[in-house]
Structures are given as C-alpha cells and as structure tokens.
Nanobody, 126 residues
Framework: QVHLAESGGGLLQAGESLRLSCAVSGDRLSDYTMGWLRQAPGKEREFLAAITWSGGTTYYAKSGKGRFTISRSHAENAVYLQIGFVKPEDTAVYYC???????????????????WGQGTQVTVSS
C-alpha cells in the first residue's frame, strides 16, 4: 500500500546541515502519518519526528526537537528531515516509516510500523 525510499545520507563534518528525503508512493496516503527514526550501531531504533500526510501536523520526540525539522510535500511526494547542526552522535541509519497511528507519543513508544523504507546512512566526523 505504501512504498518509502530514503535518500540524502552521506559523510558529513560536524556542524554541517543535511536534508534527508523520503519518496512516498502508494494508496490512501492521507490515512497515514509518516515519520523519521534512526538506529545507531549497537543502539535501539530511535524515533525522531512524525508528520501527517494530509494536514502536516507534526510531533517531535525529545531527541528530535531543536536541530530536527520534519516536513512533507504533496507536489514532490516526499517527506523530509532537516538536520540543522550535525554532531558525531547523529551517526546512524535513518529510516522513514508510515503508520496509521497519529503523530503522538505512540510513535516513540511503539516500535512496529506499517511500512519502512530501506534506510540511508548518515556518518558525521568530528
């Protein structure tokens, strides 16, 4: 029903900015909330931010506030994650996901999502 494909990762120097993209396709997209999560080596997958496809309502985890901005574009069929000032601890595989769960705390508490992208690697050097 929903296909997600991340892009935009790479090798960065600390302090640089980065925008990750998630191409979105499928049916009944307005029923879904899309979000960004990341998984660092040896760590659990960490929720960052979510946004409803239809209305653009956002929800940020504590770790996702400040330097992170989630957005979406219907015209471009994409969800974006802007990282304003990358740090070495941002090094992780970043995933986008889709779920019919609304953009609330459940995104941080419930690991299972309806759909996942393949992930894109972000590596930050100090």
């Amino acid at each position: 029903q929903v296909h997600l494909a991340e892009s935009g990762g790479g090798l960065l120097q600390a302090g640089e900015s980065l925008r990750l993209s998630c191409a979105v396709s499928g049916d009944r997209l307005s029923d879904y909330t899309m979000g960004w999560l990341r998984q660092a080596p040896g760590k659990e997958r960490e929720f960052l931010a979510a946004i409803t496809w239809s209305g653009g309502t956002t929800y940020y985890a504590k770790s996702g506030k400040g330097r992170f901005t989630i957005s979406r574009s219907h015209a471009e069929n994409a969800v974006y994650l802007q990282i304003g000032f990358v740090k070495p601890e941002d090094t992780a595989v970043y995933y986008c996901a889709a779920d019919d769960l609304g953009p609330g705390l459940g995104w941080a508490l419930i690991s299972e999502k309806d759909y996942w992208g393949q992930g894109t690697q972000v590596t930050v050097s100090s």
